[in-house]
């Protein structure tokens, strides 16, 4: 079984540069667990104590996993996960 | 330094005008690893605040997508502060995910002038770099 996660620039340090990673699992959950076994630490810039970052947009294949369930999410064969941190900001102290 | 051509810091501070009270946020393209940064890109601001802004998820994929297909990267991403100055909050740094865009600030404060300033923010350092438009490039 092989789910594609693409890795945003700044969290390829885990992963030894490389873009993009396989892993495997029913849920998006396990599949981060999956891929924590390999790149050690990449699950904890992803996940906190009440589930997926806030300011860590997730998507599996064209869709945000907030409105798929979040971690929650069903993920298959051949389906593509995408990480992309949040580009946001402002004055706001 | 930013190499920023005199369209581009215009069409920066028109979009930021345009959504003030708002702060305006958005990107400009370039070919990876060019440092050039050439296509403009608004961004809609999810937040729609005058002290914060958010890039709207799904408008960030398709985006970040049409980059990586056509070889290019966020050279540019720009957003306005609509009371304070041209200058990276804390919250700025905070959340700074590219670390080899160049960030820039945009003040709306004035109505009539144009505060405008580019940062490199990386580990949560800011360093504060000249804009400079290429047509003032000194002649060889």
Not at chain 1, 5 to 29: C, F, H, Q, W
Request: glycine letters at 8%.
């Amino acid at each position: 079984m092989a789910i594609e996660v693409r890795i945003p620039t700044i969290l390829r340090n885990y992963t030894g540069g490389a873009k993009s990673v396989e892993g495997s699992g029913d849920t998006l959950a396990s599949l981060l667990a999956d891929l924590d076994e390999r790149y050690s630490g990449l699950q904890e810039r992803l996940v906190d104590d009440s589930g997926l970052r806030r300011f860590v947009n997730v998507y599996l294949n064209d869709e945000d996993v907030r409105f798929l369930g979040g971690l929650d999410a069903p993920v298959s064969d051949g389906d593509t996960v995408t990480v992309l941190p949040a580009v946001a900001g402002g004055a706001t102290p | 330094m930013l190499t920023l051509p005199g369209e581009l810091r215009a069409a920066i501070i028109a979009h930021a005008r345009a959504d003030h009270p708002d702060e305006a946020c958005g990107v400009i393209a370039g070919p990876a690893g060019s440092d050039r940064p050439e296509r403009f890109i608004q961004m809609t601001n999810a937040e729609r605040s005058p002290t914060f802004y958010r890039f709207d998820s799904l408008e960030q994929l398709r985006v970040w997508r049409e980059m990586d297909d056509a070889g290019e990267e966020p050279v540019v991403i720009y957003h306005s502060h609509t009371a304070t100055e041209a200058y990276p909050s804390r919250t700025d740094i905070a959340y700074a995910s590219e670390p080899g865009a160049h960030y820039v600030l945009v003040s709306t404060r004035d109505p009539d002038t144009a505060e405008l300033r580019s940062f490199r923010i990386a580990d949560g350092v800011v360093t504060e770099e000249e804009v400079r438009d290429p047509v003032d490039a000194a002649p060889e």
